[in-house]
Nanobody, 124 residues
Framework: QVQLVESGGGLVQAGGSLRLSCAAS????????MAWFRQAPGKEREFVAT????????YYADSVTGRFTISRDNAKNTVYLQMNSLKPEDTAVYYC?????????????????WGKGTLVTVSS
């Protein structure tokens, strides 16, 4: 079992930045692909970013490309999401997830473990 705990969410003005962290416990995440998803009120959970087990490959949703950066530190068993140039439409609960697909995945159904999420609110 892998337990994931997100942190770093909060209220920020449009144009600002936040850095989310996802701390894992129970098992090392070095053999897992990792991903971030988000869910806005009344909407389905959507893919944000994913990273391969070694951090050598990343992929982003079109809506965040150029603004968000996913990274990982396997020694710290932690994954990060740096979010810059935030927009009101980025407001959502952000979830960290782990998948046995070591290359990472964009598919909600491919995730094996989920955190409980952290709320990001971007004011205009």
């Amino acid at each position: 079992q892998v337990q994931l705990v997100e942190s770093g969410g909060g209220l920020v003005q449009a144009g600002g930045s936040l850095r989310l962290s996802c701390a894992a416990s129970g098992r090392t995440i070095s053999s897992y692909g990792m991903a971030w998803f988000r869910q806005a009120p009344g909407k389905e959970r959507e893919f944000v970013a994913t990273i391969s087990w070694a951090g050598t490959s990343t992929y982003y949703a079109d809506s965040v490309t150029g603004r968000f950066t996913i990274s990982r530190d396997n020694a710290k068993n932690t994954v990060y999401l740096q979010m810059n140039s935030l927009k009101p439409e980025d407001t959502a609960v952000y979830y960290c997830a782990a998948t046995l697909y070591v290359g990472g995945s964009r598919d909600v159904g491919a995730m094996d473990y989920w955190g409980k999420g952290t709320l990001v609110t971007v004011s205009s």
